[in-house]
C-alpha cells in the first residue's frame, strides 16, 4: 500500500491523520511494517545534522512508523525558511527534484519490506497539492511520479472547504486523476462542519469523501479500507 497525502493548503491536518492513520494501522495489522515520509519540508531548523528536529513534521512521521525505520536522512530536501518549497528553494539553492524523491522513497520502501506482510508507505507532501517544488513542478508531479498509489486529499471540515476542495478536485481531474478520497479533517469546526461531508459526496469529487473525527476511529477504519480495497 502507497499513498500520497496532498492538501487543499498547508496546515489541513495532513501530519495529524498520518499519524492516526499509522497508529491505528499498526495496532490492527500487527506485522505490518508502516513507513511514514515527508520528501520535502520547510520552515526547520538546519542545525541538527542529518536527522529531524524533534517538532518537525519528518520527526512526528519517523516517530509513527512501525517496524519500518524512516531514513536517517529525513526530509530528503529540508529548508530552514517557513515558506513554500519554491520559495524556499530559491532562497537556499537546493532545489527538490522528483528523480530524487523517488528513488529516495523506493529505497526506503526496500529498507522496510520484512517478511511476508506488504508494506505501507505513507507519503506527505509539502503544503497545497498545487504547490509548486520546482518551476512547472508541483505536488501533483511528485503524486504522478508515486504511481501506483492512492491518493488521499486533506481539506479541514470548515466553511469554504466546498470552495477548496471542488477547486483542488477539478484541477486535479483536469491534470492528472481526481483523489481517490477526500479526507476531511476537524481541527477547527463551525456551522457549515455537520454537514460538509454529505454535500462534497454528492458533488462526487472523489471515489470516497470520509470525516475525521476526534477520538473516533470508525473514520480510520474507513480509510484503511479504501486504502486497501482492490480496484
Ligand atoms: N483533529 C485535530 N485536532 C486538533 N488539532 C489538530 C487536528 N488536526 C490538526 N490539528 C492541528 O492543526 C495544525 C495543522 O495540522 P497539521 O500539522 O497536521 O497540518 P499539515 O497539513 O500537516 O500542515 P503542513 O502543511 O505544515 O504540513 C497543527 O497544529 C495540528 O496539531
Ligand atoms: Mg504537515
Redesign the pocket.
Known amino acids: 500500500v502507497r499513498a500520497v497525502f496532498l492538501?487543499t493548503g498547508?496546515?489541513?491536518?495532513?501530519?495529524?491523520?498520518v499519524v492516526r492513520l499509522a497508529r491505528c494501522a499498526a495496532d490492527q495489522l500487527p506485522g505490518t511494517p508502516i513507513l511514514c515520509l515527508k520528501p520535502i519540508e520547510s520552515g526547520i531548523a538546519l542545525e541538527a545534522p542529518g536527522g529531524p528536529p524533534g517538532s518537525s513534521?519528518a520527526a512526528m512521521l519517523a516517530c509513527a512508523c512501525a517496524i519500518a525505520t524512516a531514513p536517517a536522512l529525513h526530509p530528503l530536501f529540508r529548508y530552514e525558511q517557513p515558506l513554500s518549497p519554491y520559495a524556499a528553494s530559491r532562497q537556499s539553492g537546493k532545489t527538490a527534484n522528483l528523480k530524487e524523491i523517488q528513488r529516495w522513497i523506493a529505497q526506503a520502501e526496500r529498507a522496510s519490506a520484512c517478511g511476508e506482510a506488504p508494506l505501507w508507505s505513507l507519503i506527505?507532501t509539502?503544503?497545497g497539492v498545487f504547490s509548486p517544488l520546482a518551476l512547472r513542478v508541483t505536488n501533483l508531479d511528485l503524486a504522478r511520479a508515486l504511481e501506483p498509489a492512492r491518493w488521499i486529499l486533506?481539506a479541514p471540515n470548515c466553511l469554504g472547504v466546498l470552495h477548496a476542495a471542488t477547486a483542488a478536485c477539478l484541477a486535479m481531474r483536469g491534470a492528472a486523476r481526481a483523489p481517490d478520497v477526500l479526507l476531511l479533517?476537524?481541527?477547527e469546526r463551525d456551522a457549515s462542519s455537520d454537514t460538509n461531508a454529505d454535500l462534497l459526496r454528492e458533488l462526487d469529487l472523489a471515489r470516497a469523501v470520509i470525516e475525521?473525527r476526534?477520538g473516533d476511529d470508525a473514520a480510520i477504519d474507513a480509510l484503511i479500507s479504501e486504502l486497501v480495497r482492490a480496484d
Do not use: F, I, M
Open positions: 492538501g498547508t496546515s489541513v491536518g495532513k501530519t495529524h491523520a513534521d506527505e509539502a503544503g486533506v479533517t476537524s481541527a475525521l476526534d
